[in-house]
């Protein structure tokens, strides 16, 4: 019961994780990467669809974005989608592809976008906290309800503060190297 318990948990924890590189992946840095553009929506015919899933996005120089939708089309409404992203981006459009010099970074931006990551992490490690609290709740009702004893909830907490400890560090070493690429000159 109680394996299940943390198993359970320990799920929960890896989604966080996934969700943080996800998070951190948006989060411009110096140099050009595909994932800056994840969170863009463009509307497509009356729809709100994500640019990954309508153009080819890559980066052919450390600077350049080259984004080739697949229906040519639709190249004004994702220029104006990345217009007012904000990402702070200007796309430059030719007919048939956009290309984004990605600039680059001011200190203060550099700062800035450490502090958007720093908030970023904490929500997350507040996410982990959370999936403790629920699991130790768990543990507690099952102690209560007489399905373990006072022994094993006491080894129970104890596993699940060493996996939350052990997950809050995965979120701490993400959040160190990519401050250290956002403040990469």
């Known amino acids: 019961m ?3 318990l943390l198993k359970n948990g320990e799920e929960k924890m890896k989604s ?11 989060i411009r840095t110096g140099r050009a990467n595909p994932s800056l553009l994840d969170r863009i929506h463009v509307d497509y015919y009356g729809t709100q669809t994500p640019l990954t899933q309508m153009a080819n996005i890559s980066a052919p120089e450390a600077r350049l974005l080259l984004i080739q939708p ?11 989608a990345i ?16 290309r984004i010099a990605i600039p680059q970074l001011t200190e ?20 982990v906290r959370n999936v403790r609290r629920d699991l130790n709740d768990e543990a507690k009702s099952m102690e209560k309800a007489g399905d373990i004893s006072e022994d094993e909830l006491r080894r129970a907490l ?12 995965k979120i701490d070493e993400l959040a160190e190297q990519k401050e250290q690429e956002i403040l990469e000159v």
Not at 161 to 169: G, K, M, P, V
């Open 16 to 26: 966080v994780i996934s969700s943080t590189k996800k998070a951190f992946a948006g």
């Open 2 to 4: 109680v394996k299940d």
């Open 158 to 169: 104890d596993d699940i503060q060493e996996l939350t400890n052990d997950y809050i560090a």
């Open 108 to 127: 203060e931006r550099r700062k800035e976008l450490v502090k958007v990551m720093k908030r970023e992490a904490e929500e997350r490690r507040v996410a």
């Open 70 to 80: 697949w229906d040519k089309s639709v190249i004004k409404s994702v220029e104006k």
């Open 83 to 98: 217009q007012t992203s904000d990402l702070g981006l200007v796309p430059n459009n030719d007919g048939s592809v956009i």
